[in-house]
């Protein structure tokens, strides 16, 4: 197999709109191929490495040729340089707010808790799960998980 | 009560020499005062805004004057302007780099699962647990939980 | 309905070319749709989302294919990416201007008016009116709601 | 009258001082001198020319030698030099993250309606008021008035 | 008249060629017109509103098709996405180095003859004139005009 | 004489005090020193080189002592390091836009007149005049002079 | 031979898949040419001057013809272009961060050890290696040596 | 013990100095607390956690008093926060050149001998060595050793 | 003559081409068209403004169409914009470093000797030579001659 | 020797107020330690480490102790860390934009001279002369001589 290397932002319009038009949701993504479905997103933004399995089971939920899908994903992930930094996006920014806003908190209680040290980013995984409270108020919860 | 306004570093070097000299933890300040830890931390780096209750019980766990403790926290905070971003604090730094790398994917699953919209950095808690797994490794949760 | 997806300066263009051969403003087009033509002229910049409903209108107003405008609509949008800052277009880097020497004057204000809390920029609406005063002078007046 | 002039921050702190040991309101602060209260503030802040008649009122109202005030506002305001942009301070910046937004349909909407020009940030007036709808809710409601 | 926006550089280009090809200079295209100089320029650049009949006179002037320039100027300019700030042309960069260091200067003295206020950049004329002094040294003269 | 040197704003402030307490404006100054006003002003602001006699007479003129004004003023300039690029002061804001906004259009006049070369910033000369038109509008005229 | 230059970015693609089709990794091309295996991709990036054997050897191991790669990498490196700074991506993004961390100690290690001097970046040479140790933990191991 | 907390730099400078007077240079210190001599450098620019026994160790060999020493260094280390990036001094540069020119080839060799992940900067040690080669030229070694 | 215009680095391609299928050097270059090597490259570039008589000497010397050459170097150079600041070019920057670390020396020296004012970079010619030393070491030297 | 080290501008404070009082110019100082007239001046900014025989020279030459001049010169220089980059002052700019502009047209020249490496800025020296023409013209002649 061989050809000329799509960018990252073609891969991510590639996947994206094989994804729309086959009406498929993240979470029935990350369910057919038996991971999170944000780490199916992070696959799809270039963040994650795809291993074979997921290219596998993502060419067949996907309709997507997996010999083109395998190598336009063979090149080990160039991760992180598609968000501009402050993000515009307002969604985006309210979580960069956060770590602007908590992050001497968290460094402040984490050393406290955990000694010198620091928090992979890398050895890291994270959920985002959807909660109503008893006022019909709708919360997002994320969950981040690090090694230390 | 009067006086010059302390900067808002003065007011954090006060309380957490306070706190060292007092050999007080975040969590026992938590409980003292009946707050999360972080919410605790984040007074003294004036990112939450502290209730009278607030001002009255670091007082005393702390042992400093509520009266001028009172005077120096009265304003509404000026969030968010003491971190330089990006981070250059190797720990901040990694809270940076989630955002940065997970954000179009944080983006994509909260527009699949709730829609248009956002999550507030504001009506906003969050937590810092610490696990030990069976093979003995430390790890970090974090729990943020904001309206969408 | 399948195919590539247009950037987001794309769609503007094409949907500022229907409008300019119809001859049709924003605010017809807003009558048209039900809208504020301050929100058809975001949904132009890709700063709204366009509901069904909206689709269906500003293909019906402006001549264009409504499968297809859907297709291209159908992603949440990509809020805030277009503007560089400080901008350097004078009209909009007046409102700029007026964040640059009045935040702090609306923050001040508003704290003392509403307590702690922030203005949402997201639940939100605006409008744009004219005025003539008994000078003949001119004067713009900007209207902002935001939830706090 | 004469001596060292104070920087612009030295003298916001000799006023929120002065207004916070009277306790008194920028709108109480308004009635006292016939101005809106986001201009006291401005004043504060140092963005907008104190007129004598505006010195002399302070002065009355916040309990300061007025022959003091008068010395140290008497230059011309050096607007603008305060906010960092972009506004790390969250309310400050969800008046930013409008203009980013909303700032290319505010133009378009404008050059529609007015032609070709700019709205003035200087022959400038704008109010702050808040509303409580039916819900309950709270909504703070931002005019805006400058010269075409 | 349909068709596909130009962007402002191409539009530029089209009117740069045109002017090279007819070999005839922004004094005589201004003469044409009843324009200045500098004035015929900024259209050039995409700072100047072409009003129908600038755009009546540069089509025969410059000999384009005048449906065509009309449809390409119809838009209100978005003035000033051009130059990089700081400048890196040297020309330019003298302009850019007189108001950093004159800036202070002439806010200094308008306000002494002027009182409070700004001299609009819109509300704005200028010209450039050769001199050539009694020593053979020639001399730029610009005179800025603009509403306070 | 000898001692420690002043900043620049320390410069500035202590001729600015002085200007202030005598009540002379820099008109004034610039006809008792043979200058002018706007040339004052960037003495004033550490932008002019002052020579034995400008030191003389702004001694004179300003109250203060000439060997100590001597001894402060006798490096050479460090020009241009006191203004904020790009100018959050409004009134600079505008100069700054019109170099923006106009600096391809001077450029092309200017070659188009000069041939290729550029404008001198410091074979330079500047002044500020008010004109009042018919209508009884003001008008701030600036005229700059630079060798080619 | 003759033609349009590739650019940098381009050339790398050409590399890498050549490099992807053979499945030849760095190490047998370093072999294959005699050079090492980091210096072998800094010739993929742009970063090395690749002497004629270096080319003739790559070509061959790659399978490129030997002329048309002569004539694309016969200009002299323009190092240093494509790492956007501070590197988004992680690993590089780490290396960033032992400067940035460590910058000072070495400074101060080699002023000690050296005097007064610098570590060359361009007379230097650098390798990565693999270390297991006996908890059976995967360590990098990098060198580097830089004339002083 | 108690009192105010010194900068970072101010705990530098008190470092330095006493080391200075001792002329006990790095490699000595190094011996002294059993560290390596880039730690104890680390160390003094606030980059390294100092244990009780490196302050023990450090105030013996300094000279300074242990308690206000252990007082002063007891926060964990803010580190990353003292070079300026991109770094102005000559020899830091170097280092941050060659991380800037390499770092596309040191990931693309990582990630080819260790597959996908990252070398850390914080279980991460390093050394600097001296050699003279053949011809009597001076090199500088670095090893850097992370985890994978 | 007519076409469209090739941008700054397209003519730069151009003429580097042709330079490179000829094998003549810069030297030989500047030899045939009466100038210095150095400004030969300079309108390779851009950054000179090219004469007649250049463009028929250059055209001759390279076998490429005069006419053509005239029409894309007609205009007066755009200089300065290609080159990225801070340079990560690593032999530009090295004269980048020598601005940055002597520029107040050679400032205090030049106005020693030569008073208040500037040397002029437009105003101005430079020369590159190699010199072999009695150690067998190379040595650039580059003479920069500006008007005062 | 001890006490607290003076900051960098505090030194450069010191030397420059020394020679105003001595009224002696770099020339004479050069002359008296054998040095060139920039590399005092860089001595004086910092930028030059200082040998123990240097500080004796200056010691002298100035009025200065020389065990005080030399406990505040035995750090080895952390250069250039004081010109604001794009330098602000008129006349550094001229240098950076001599960088700008030539430095493409120096690295292909240079390239074709010398090969592919740098030329040194540490091993580094340099000249300034003065020149006056046939028409009295004065020009600057900087002399830069770098190892290759």
Redesign the interface.
């Known amino acids: 197999m061989?050809?000329?290397?799509l960018s990252k932002s073609e891969i991510t319009?590639l996947l994206?709109?094989a994804k729309?038009?086959r009406k498929i949701?993240?979470?029935e993504l990350g369910k057919a191929i038996g991971r999170d479905?944000?780490?199916v997103?992070?696959i799809?933004?270039g963040?994650h490495?795809a291993s074979p399995e997921d290219i596998a089971g993502l060419s067949k939920a996907l309709g997507l040729n997996e010999d083109q899908l395998s190598?336009q994903l063979?090149?080990?992930?160039?991760?992180?340089?598609?968000?501009?930094?402050?993000?515009?996006?307002?969604?985006?920014?309210?979580?960069?707010?956060?770590?602007?806003?908590?992050?001497?908190?968290?460094?402040?209680?984490?050393?406290?808790?955990?000694?010198?040290?620091?928090?992979?980013?890398?050895a890291?995984s994270?959920k985002?799960d959807?909660?109503v409270d008893e006022h019909g108020?709708?919360?997002?919860?994320?969950?981040?998980?690090?090694?230390?």
């Open positions: 061989s050809g000329t290397f319009n994206v709109q729309q038009e949701s993240f979470e479905e944000v780490a997103a992070a799809f933004y963040q490495h190598y063979s090149n080990f992930p160039d991760r992180g340089s598609d968000v501009q930094m402050p993000p515009k996006e307002p969604l985006i920014y309210r979580l960069y707010e956060i770590v602007q806003n908590y992050g001497q908190a968290y460094k402040a209680v984490m050393n406290e808790k955990f000694g010198d040290g620091i928090m992979s980013a890398i890291f994270t985002v959807k909660e108020n709708t919360w997002v919860n994320i969950s981040m998980r690090g090694k230390w």
